[in-house]
């Protein structure tokens, strides 16, 4: 197993901040210690600036690319993920599994500080924890993180505060917006592990979803991101083992297998009052899962696209 996860993401990002302003980000050295690189919230960020979040979130693990692709018949960019770790990269460092609220003061955390601070069931299970001399993280976030948000990361990770690094980008945003549609192969595994699959069986994974016009506020970036994959994501898993255990899992993985799918996700999350805690869990898939077995050479298709709903979120 690749070790070190942070270790992987601070190089990434000790490598990008002689180019910030390319990035069309801006460096933040708080008060008290800690690192917080604003990629989308007060900035306009950029792809590039995506691309690299999305890096981030994978400790390196990942190659994230925007590659063409079609909605409907009609030309559309696509960003493309592939990883030859895909266990490591998607559930210990991309997953949004950590709820950070100080105050008035909220994100959704990713990104390998997850595997430091150790919060999360998928640690457990997984039998992994860090160590780490510093931390990373990404904030998929309106507002800049403070000092008091930083502590708090320090805290639950064991590091000093000027060894925490935050990345952070608004939903609607170039760069947020890219970081959210390159978790089409992380949706896909978490999916998996809820349903009790043995995950380490999957070698490899290649993931694509549209990239979604920048949404007007982030109300809306939520639906198009979320229906970007859930619609319009598509992933092929390399796995192991018997085809039996596939064929039986596989009708439950993509995002059809939930009796929410259908409408857009800004319907669907409007209906339930804005909590995402009430919608059904298994919504929360890609449109559309292949596996390759490299033990048999079998392949099985579950799911499919629904060109409709994105044209009816993306509003073309």
């Excluded at 909605?71 to 949004?96: F, I, K, N, R």
């Amino acid at each position: 197993m690749p070790t070190m996860l942070n270790k992987r993401a601070f190089d990434l990002v000790a490598a990008a901040l002689p180019r910030i302003g390319d990035l069309r980000g801006t460096v933040l050295e708080l008060e008290g210690g800690g690192c917080v690189v604003d990629l989308g919230v007060k900035v306009e960020g950029s792809l590039e600036a995506g691309r690299l979040l999305a890096e981030v979130c994978m400790s390196g693990l990942a190659e994230v690319r925007v590659v063409p692709g079609d909605v409907g018949g009609v030309a559309w960019p696509s960003v493309q993920v592939v990883t030859d770790a895909p266990v490591e990269a998607c559930l210990l460092s991309q997953y949004a599994g950590w709820q950070i609220s100080v105050g008035k003061f909220f994100a959704m955390g990713s990104g390998p500080m997850r595997a430091a601070a150790a919060r999360e069931e998928v640690f457990e299970k997984l039998g992994y924890r860090e160590s780490a001399s510093s931390v990373v993280g990404v904030l998929e976030t309106g507002k800049l993180p403070t000092a008091e948000v930083i502590a708090v990361i320090a805290e639950k990770t064991g590091v000093p505060a000027d060894r925490v690094t935050l990345l952070a980008a608004r939903t609607a945003s170039l760069a947020g917006n890219l970081q959210v549609v390159a978790r089409s192969v992380e949706t896909s595994l978490h999916k998996l592990f809820e349903l009790g699959f043995d995950i380490w069986r999957v070698r490899s994974a290649v993931g694509v979803a549209p990239l979604p016009p920048v949404a007007k506020d982030d109300f809306a970036g939520i639906g198009r991101t979320n229906d970007a994959i859930l619609y319009g994501g598509r992933v092929s898993l390399m796995v192991r083992g018997d085809d039996e255990s596939i064929a039986a899992i596989g009708p439950k993985v993509p995002s059809c297998g939930s009796s929410a799918h259908g409408k857009p996700f800004a319907e669907i999350f409007e209906d339930a009052g804005r909590d995402f805690y009430k919608i059904d869990p298994h919504l929360f898939s890609p449109a559309e899962i292949v596996f390759q077995n490299l033990d048999t050479g079998r392949v099985h298709v579950f799911g499919g696209i629904n060109p409709d709903v994105l044209r009816q979120s993306f509003e073309f």
